[in-house]
């Protein structure tokens, strides 16, 4: 099973920056924090992961509480191709379990 | 470097029938994971190969199989195919040079079990 829980839909104003929570209370000292988005009928493609840190690159900035048990994607200027399901997902080794992700959708 | 590429990108089968579904990872990647997507369960892990060798497997039952080949090409079958099977079948890879590794997918094969 998932060991994350996300808001299963948001929405969020074009140009405007989009914070994704998730919850993973049960995480384990050596499992990475992934994220992943799927366009619909498309594959997963990845965004961005991290251990500890905050982490940043050209797609988007990922936040870690500092005892590891939730994390924020943001993706700072949303735009209408950024209306994907985002997946946020524990583990450690390549293994990943997604759950049902959060659907984002951005309106003009 | 060209991304993963799954073939066939449509596929209409018939219960009881069985088909393959291959894919070929991105040059350099030793590891491929395949996953079943459908509406009311969501992405589940089938299996992952490594050098040849399953590393990982999911809940499925023994009808889903498959293989990597030297060349990191894996394909994946399912035999006697169910109405249940219909699916979107998406197959990742990695580099696998580490404990976080970021999985590359490709587009996927839809198949229909009619």
């Known amino acids: 099973d998932a060991k994350t829980t996300q808001p299963p839909s948001m929405d969020c104003a074009e140009g405007r920056a989009a914070n994704l929570p998730c919850n993973h209370s049960t995480i384990s000292g050596n499992e990475y924090v992934y994220w992943y988005r799927q366009i619909h009928s498309q594959g997963p493609q990845y965004i961005i992961h991290?251990?500890?840190n905050n982490e940043t690159n050209e797609m988007a900035s990922l936040i870690i509480t500092e005892d590891r048990k939730s994390s924020t994607l943001i993706l700072p200027h949303a735009t209408l191709r950024d209306t994907a399901v985002y997946y946020c997902i524990v583990s450690w080794g390549g293994k990943l379990i997604f759950g049902q992700g959060t659907e984002l959708s951005v309106k003009p | 470097k060209a991304g993963v590429t799954q073939t066939p990108r449509y596929l209409i089968k018939t219960r009881g029938q069985q088909v393959t579904l291959s894919c070929s990872p991105i040059s350099g990647h030793r590891s491929v994971s395949w996953y079943q997507q459908t509406p009311g369960q969501g992405l589940q892990f089938l299996f992952e190969?490594?050098?040849?060798?399953?590393?990982n497997k999911g809940n499925f039952p023994g009808r889903f199989s498959g293989r990597q080949f030297s060349n990191s090409r894996s394909e994946m079958n399912v035999s006697t195919l169910e109405l249940g099977d219909s699916a979107l079948y998406l197959c990742?890879?990695?580099?696998?040079?580490?404990?976080?590794?970021?999985?590359?997918f490709g587009s996927g094969t839809q198949l229909s079990v009619l």
């Open positions: 190969y490594f050098s040849e060798t399953q590393r």
């Open positions: 990742a890879s990695s580099s696998n040079t580490g404990t976080d590794e970021k999985l590359f």
């Open positions: 991290g251990l500890k």
